[in-house]
């Protein structure tokens, strides 16, 4: 698996992984709008185009998780404003045939190294309050900051010793 830089050329791939692991997934928790591929993908068009979501700054990074030229989940972030936090993801999904092997948390790993390397130091993300997929992030050392958000406040030492769950 290689751990690459996603740009404009992939939103047809992320929009298609996006959609696809929600389905997959958390079917529960979507409804039609979360899976209408041409409003997904214009979502990537103004992510990546830096003029979403407000309170993010122009900096970002999408990371895709490649096997043998597949993309198998993704992780986008960027730097914010959001709850006086330094970084936020933006989205993160991996396929749910390639989930429990490590691939999020490569991506989690790569995506806080792009955090260290901007000075950023604290992260959020939103999450539905009864997403089972919060246990990942709690796992890797994120707090709730309400039912809605998790976050830490010193990514590089919350990865060092992930939690049992």
């Not at 809605?148 to 030492?157: E, Q, Y």
Request: glycine share 6%.
């Amino acid at each position: 698996m290689k751990i690459l830089t996603a740009d404009v050329s992939d939103i047809e791939t992320l929009t298609r992984v996006e959609i696809e692991s929600k389905v997959q997934s958390i079917p529960q928790w979507i409804d039609a709008i979360e899976v209408d591929y041409d409003r997904r993908r214009d979502r990537w068009r103004t992510y990546l185009s830096a003029q979403s979501p407000a309170t993010s700054r122009p900096e970002r990074v999408v990371l895709k998780a490649v096997v043998d030229g597949d993309v198998i989940g993704y992780l986008a972030g960027h730097l914010t404003t959001r709850y006086g936090k330094d970084g936020e993801i933006q989205s993160f999904y991996v396929l749910k045939s390639r989930q429990r092997q490590g691939v999020g948390l490569a991506l989690l790993r790569q995506f806080i190294d792009w955090l260290t390397a901007h000075n950023a130091r604290s992260l959020c993300v939103g999450i539905s309050a009864d997403n089972p997929y919060q246990a990942f992030y709690l796992k890797y050392g994120g707090v709730h900051l309400n039912p809605h958000w998790i976050v830490w406040d010193d990514v590089a030492g919350a990865m060092a010793q992930p939690r049992d769950r």
